[in-house]
């Protein structure tokens, strides 16, 4: 079993950037294939991007995918996004997760574990 805890969140102006960090807690947290989705008020939680348990292959979200990085701390049991050219559209709470594959890795249904969110405000 493993618990996300996201940080990193915060009110940025449009065109800046934020780095999220989401440590998975548990002795096998490096092993776990992790995810970021993020939800806006009133719609329904959104794929952005997600990594192998050890970094080799990256997946993003296509609003996201030429703004956006995800990575490994070398610990591999951290996962950091970094965001750049922040929108007022990227507003939302930023919520990290995990699986044991890769399988079905853009749908939200599939993670095992989420941690609480962390909100991320764009002002334009």
């Known amino acids: 079993q493993v618990q996300p805890v996201e940080s990193g969140g915060g009110l940025v102006q449009a065109g800046g950037s934020l780095r999220l960090s989401c440590v998975g807690s548990?002795?096998?947290?490096?092993?776990?294939?992790m995810g970021w989705f993020r939800q806006a008020p009133g719609k329904e939680r959104v794929f952005v991007s997600a990594?192998?348990?050890?970094?080799?292959?990256?997946y993003y979200g296509d609003s996201v995918a030429d703004r956006f990085t995800i990575s490994r701390g070398n610990a591999k049991n951290t996962v950091y996004l970094q965001m750049n050219g922040l929108k007022a559209e990227d507003t939302a709470v930023y919520y990290c997760?995990?699986?044991?594959?890769?399988?079905?890795?853009?749908?939200?249904?599939?993670?095992?574990?989420w941690g609480q969110g962390t909100q991320v405000t764009v002002s334009s």
């Open positions: 997760a995990a699986k044991r594959d890769a399988s079905r890795y853009s749908d939200y249904g599939s993670y095992m574990y």
């Open positions: 990594i192998t348990w050890d970094g080799g292959r990256t």
């Open positions: 548990g002795r096998t947290a490096s092993d776990y294939f």
